[in-house]
Every structure is written in C-alpha cells, then in structure tokens.
C-alpha cells in the first residue's frame, strides 16, 4: 500500500512540471544560458538535479550533499545566492568547480525553493560568462519561486491524504477498495512507473542479472570481424528496452550507477571475445569522465574503444577530459554521428580515432541521396581526421554496396551480424 501511495503521488507528474519550470526559466531570463531545480532527498539529506534545460542539462541527476553546497547555504539563509566566477569561487568543491569547466558555466544565481518555512530545494540559473547575474535581474524568478514552491507542497500535501486514506485506515477492505477506485482515477501508469523503480533499484543491488551481447564491427568488402560492440542486455519480464532504462536511472539520479554496472557486465563478459579483437563500450560523456570509471577503465588489460553516446551535450572539456585514456591506448568513438548531438563541430572538437555514422543516415542509403551526400561528408572528414569510418545499423545488401561504393570500409547490423550473447540463454 505505501508503494502505492508513492505511485499515485507522482501520477500527476511532477517532473513534467519541474522540466516545463526551468525550460521557461531559460525563456523568461534573457541573460540565463541554462536553469535547473534540484529537490532535497529526505534519505541523505542531498541536493538532486531533478530538471534541467539549456547547458545544464547534463547536469540531471547531479547530486550533492547539502551541508556542503551552496543550495544549503541558500536555504538556511532564505535568501538567494549569486556566484560571479564558478572556476574560481571557493565556496564551490574543487569537484564542482570542475564540472562546471565540464558544462562551460560561470556565473550562477541560487534560488531556495521554501515552504511554509522549511528548504525543499532551488531554482537554478547558470550562464557561461562570469557576472550575469544581479540581485535585481534575479527578483522576477524569486517571486517565481514561491510558485515552484508550492507545485513541490502540493505534490507531498496529495501523498499526505492518500496515506490516511489507504494506509492508515482501520478496515482493510475499505482500504483496498479506496485503493483501486484512485488507482482507476490517478491514471494506472503511475503504478508501471513505480515498477521500474523498484526493478532498478533490484537490478543495481543484483547486477549479474544483466546479459551482454556482442555485435561484430566488419569490415564491409571482406566481412572479416574487426572487433566487437558490448550491448547490456536487461530482464526481458520489465517490458523495457536499453534506452529506457538508461532514460528511467537517469531520472532518478542513478544513471551513473547503471552506466557504471553495464560497463563492468561488458567487460566481464568480453573474456570470451578473442583477445585481439577490441571492445567497444557505450558511455555518456558525463560517464566517460567520472575518474572511477576510467581508472577501471585502464586497469583493463585489452584493447578498448569508448563510444560516446549521444543522449546529452557534449561539454567543452570532454576532449581534454579523455586525453589520459587515450595517452594509455584506449580508442575513442562518436556513436550515431550525424544526427542528436553527435554534430560536426563536436567531432571537430573531439577528433576521435572512430566515426560511427547514424543508422538514420544509413536507412535507405541506396536510394536517397541526400543521404549519400551526408555519408560522403562524413567520410571527408574523417580522411581528414585520419579518423576510421564505421556505418551503423547495415540491413540490406542494397546498403552495403553504396556505402562500399562511397568508400566506408566499415560497417555493424544485422545484415552483417545480429547481436548475440556468448552464453546459452
């Protein structure tokens, strides 16, 4: 009944709400390149990126604790907080200071998010230059922020009578009839939500639950496998693909977490893989630069290659960030080049060793030409990057003759190989 009431609690969708509250602030603010709120979690007393738009919106799922963060600062002293240079301002963890090189922003405004005088978060602004902020620019979103603060209020208000009415009553069957009929009104899918929670949280605790399979890399004109793509594989009983799970961990704060476990599941698998083949690996860029996760990385004793995925910006120092792995001989790919943020100004900024090209771009290659004109681009500039040209998802054989054609040596799908784990289901 308690996970219940927490369902039904968040059935009116409360992140919808925060995402909508700091897209506007970006809009409303003219001088504000990114907005965020964070919630303060009750369990370890830390601050949770819960939204964020414009250039913090790397920055979801970004915890910190409270009695070491300018948010707590702000809250106990019911009075915003502004920071002129976030590189060099003290009062910010040398950590902070340098995700904050990481998502290129400078100045910051600190809203406290109060009710009914108690902290129940802050409404962030971000800018990428230094002093963009003034007490007078920021007045319009404190006003603003009363309103934040009461959306939160009346979130815990509606858990607080859906408590008394399904768990604290005394008859059991009346409770479980108010049950289904608010259930029936508060919109079913709340419960499906609270579901993958409570399987995500069972699967970081238990993590061997997940599967790997291997998709070979071929090179296209021989069909001679040049290495590998590791793909996590989830329960299939969730009714979840990859991507979500990734989505749903990331909004819960745990995307690391997930990404960190998928990364070990990869790699412990891989000892099945012939030792001369390189493995490739999925990460976020917020991933790929956490240090834990690369000195995993290069404690590993085969060759590796980084694919960086596309779900989030890239950051300015993501280049710079990766140099130690790459001095050490792991690779460094771009997944689903072309499209999302994978652009060519990042594979500019990035010159990676590989450029995997986006199975859009791929789709019907054989009779789109425009399509064929990316894909030659693409190819240009990786000759010029000394950069290796690899086509995502290859289905037919009219598509892996164009892209031979075009010049792409390098290609993964299901035409030349399905994805396939090592162990008997």
Wanted: hydrophobic letters at 50%; a negative charge; one cysteine or more.
């Amino acid at each position: 009944m308690n996970r219940l009431v927490t369902a039904l609690s968040t059935s009116v969708d409360p992140a919808s709400l925060m995402i909508r509250v700091a897209e506007q602030a970006c809009v409303f603010m003219a001088n504000a390149d990114g907005a965020a709120i964070n919630l303060l979690r009750a369990s370890d007393n830390a601050y949770v990126t819960v939204s964020a738009s414009g250039v913090l919106t790397s920055a979801l799922g970004f915890v910190i604790p409270k009695d070491r963060s300018l948010q707590g600062i702000a809250a106990r002293e019911k009075h915003p907080l502004l920071v002129d240079d976030a590189l060099v301002d003290t009062r910010l963890s040398q950590r902070v200071r340098a995700l904050n090189r990481q998502w290129g922003t400078r100045s910051w405004a600190v809203i406290p998010l109060i009710h009914n005088g108690a902290a129940m978060g802050s409404l962030m602004l971000a800018a990428t230059v230094p002093g963009a902020f003034t007490a007078t620019d920021i007045d319009p979103m404190v006003a603003v922020s009363d309103f934040v603060s009461a959306l939160i209020a009346s979130q815990s208000e509606l858990s607080t009578l859906l408590t008394h009415a399904i768990v604290d009553g005394h008859d059991p069957a009346e409770a479980a009839f108010t049950a289904r009929f608010v259930a029936s009104v508060m919109v079913p899918e709340a419960a499906e939500a609270e579901g993958h929670r409570v399987r995500l949280d069972a699967l970081l605790a238990q993590p061997d639950v997940l599967r790997v399979a291997f998709q070979p890399i071929v090179h296209l004109a021989s069909h001679r496998t040049i290495a590998y793509e590791g793909l996590a594989r989830f329960p299939a009983s969730s009714g979840l693909a990859p991507a979500q799970w990734f989505s749903t961990a990331r909004r819960m704060g745990r995307g690391l977490d997930l990404e960190y476990a998928a990364l070990r599941a990869v790699l412990a698998a891989a000892r099945g893989i012939p030792a001369d083949s390189p493995i490739a690996v999925n990460l976020s860029p917020t991933a790929a630069l956490e240090a834990p996760i690369q000195d995993f990385l290069l404690a590993q004793d085969r060759r590796l290659i980084i694919e960086i995925t596309e779900h989030e910006p890239f950051p300015d120092g993501l280049a710079v960030g990766l140099t130690h792995l790459r001095e050490h001989g792991i690779g460094l790919a771009v997944d689903d080049a072309g499209a999302g943020y994978a652009s060519f100004t990042q594979l500019l900024r990035l010159r990676p060793d590989v450029i995997k090209i986006d199975g859009e771009l791929i789709a019907d290659i054989d009779k789109d030409p425009a399509k064929r004109a990316i894909a030659t681009a693409l190819t240009s500039l990786g000759t010029e990057m000394n950069a290796t040209i690899v086509a995502e998802a290859v289905e037919t054989a009219g598509q892996l003759q164009t892209l031979i054609h075009l010049g792409i040596e390098y290609g993964q799908g299901f035409h030349l190989g399905a994805p396939r784990c090592l162990e008997k289901p």
